[in-house]
């Protein structure tokens, strides 16, 4: 006989785990989410999407003000407290997480603070107790991916140790120019680092469209940050006196730096909670194979967010946990889309949704592309923005959306018109005969679907 019993049992309290388990507990489950973290919220609340955002707000801003100076206005150099701007993020973690034990006490959901592993189908282990269960759900999310052969060394951080803030490094290197290591080359050159990215692939941001990523790529050298594409660190070395990356491929040398940032992907942390033992299947990468209704091969486990895979994406683990809960309660649910948004929350923003043009052309699927330059953006234009673009890719024939990038200032929030126009399959027409308040830089989808009608009259 096991020391407890739970129904509905949660394992991992992450913005996946915690959606699941709330959706669950409104649905009249009884729920328990179990986590090692004393605060509810995972590594997105804790020391990943929000604290990122806090830190890049605090750029923003000091971008911002320097570029007053050719408005006429000039602000003295800024006086950085990091102590400060640390306690400031924190707080801002701290009523979020805060807002979240409120909300799991409110709705009678069982938190036990602790780490779970399977011993068998219908029962768990949490830090040395036996639990039994009815239905069990996955979601303990990743870590970031180490690269083998790097020395031991605290001045070579994750993105977990680069957001505490510990420093300004005068040089600091990058290794990955995807989602982490662009925004930290955001925050951290403005900061006052010199800052070198160093990437694998041909190009910042794989996987997005090029000719927006030129864009935001020029943005970033403009901030002085150096990009180094198809390259790769064969090797690095610590001394003392600094850190020592030895390049190989388009960019071919030595780079010195104060300190590195590895943000080269993550790794599902699947294996952590023995999944086998229940008779889960599981790959070698640690990602759980489950149905559109995340249930995995074993009756009543589920699995959501980062150990399923790719998009490694807070708002897909979400939905996700939404979907179990949904059919934990005896409800039909799925997960219907594979349309989830990526955003880069740069400056400028990149973000996209749906076929590339280049995946659109791979995949030889009938397509065309719209665009709006931001350029011809009075409000883009008004409010001190750079260069920028609308990019829409649509079927030809029924002028149904795609997919869709922008790079430019708020992408992100922008994006959003696009991801609904795709999830009701609007058309251009739909888009291009919505009244857009002006001036709006939302106005760039709707111009951006008049040009490929042949009404647009700005530009
Ligand atoms: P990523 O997969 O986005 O980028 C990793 C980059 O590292 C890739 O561009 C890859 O080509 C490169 N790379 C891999 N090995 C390399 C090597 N040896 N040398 C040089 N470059 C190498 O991963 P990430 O940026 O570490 O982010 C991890 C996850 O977290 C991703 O799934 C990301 O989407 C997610 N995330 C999302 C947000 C957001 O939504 N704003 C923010 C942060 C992280």
């Known amino acids: 006989m096991a020391e407890n019993h739970a129904p509905f049992i949660v394992l991992g309290a992450g913005p996946g785990g915690y959606a699941c388990a709330f959706r ?23 020391e990943g999407c929000i604290p990122s955002k806090t830190l890049l707000h605090a750029a923003e801003v000091i971008r911002e003000a320097a570029h007053m100076d050719d408005w006429g206005i000039g602000f003295a150099k800024p006086k950085i407290d990091l102590d400060a701007l640390r306690a400031k993020k924190d707080d801002i973690v701290g009523q979020l997480t805060g807002g979240l034990g409120g909300l799991a006490k409110r709705r009678k959901v069982t938190v036990v603070r602790g780490t779970a592993k399977f011993t068998d189908a219908n029962s768990l282990e949490i830090d040395g107790k036996s639990w039994s269960f009815d239905k069990a759900v996955i979601a303990v999310g990743s870590a970031p991916v180490q690269l083998p052969g790097w020395p031991e060394d605290d001045r070579i951080w994750n993105s977990t140790a680069a957001l505490e803030l510990r420093n300004v490094p005068k040089r600091l290197a990058i290794v990955g120019g995807g989602i982490i290591g662009l925004e930290m080359a955001t925050v951290y050159s403005t900061l006052g680092s010199d800052v070198t990215v160093i990437e694998f692939m041909d190009q910042i941001a794989p996987g997005a469209d090029a000719e ?19 390259t790769k660190v064969a090797e690095v070395a610590a001394t003392k006196a600094a850190l020592s990356l030895s390049c190989e491929g ?6 010195k730096a104060d300190a590195i940032i590895q943000a080269v992907g993550r790794r599902s942390n699947g294996a952590k909670v023995s999944p086998e033992n229940a008779g889960v299947t599981m790959d070698e990468r640690g990602i759980i194979a489950i149905d559109d209704s995340c249930r995995t091969n074993v009756d009543g486990i589920f699995a959501i967010g980062d150990v399923t895979g790719n998009p490694m994406l807070a708002h897909r683990a979400t939905h996700q946990g939404h ?38 052309k791979d995949a030889g699927t009938p397509h065309k592309v719209a665009s709006f330059p931001w350029a011809a953006s009075g409000r883009n234009l008004a409010s001190g923005g750079g260069d920028g673009l609308t990019k829409i890719v649509y079927e030809p024939e029924s002028h149904r959306v795609l997919g869709a990038t922008l790079v430019g200032r708020n992408a ?10 795709m999830e009701m399959s609007a058309t251009l027409e739909d888009i291009a005969l919505t009244v857009h308040a002006h001036p709006t830089l939302s106005e760039t989808v709707a111009f951006a679907s008049e040009r490929a009608l042949g009404t647009l009259t700005d530009l």
């Open 212 to 230: 927006a990523v030129k864009i935001l790529a020029a943005a970033l050298e403009g901030q002085g940050v150096t990009l180094h594409t198809a």
């Open 24 to 46: 669950a507990a409104d649905l009249g489950l009884d729920v328990t989410l179990v986590d090692p973290r004393a605060s509810l919220g995972g590594v997105c609340l804790n």
């Open 412 to 421: 992100g929030e922008l994006l959003a018109e696009l991801v609904l126009a």
């Open 323 to 360: 979907v179990v809960a949904e059919v934990a309660a005896g409800h039909a649910s799925a997960l219907d889309t594979d349309l989830i948004p990526s955003v880069a929350y740069t400056s400028p923003e990149l973000a996209w949704a749906g076929l590339t043009q280049a995946q659109a």
């Open 250 to 255: 388009i960019f071919e040398g030595t780079i």
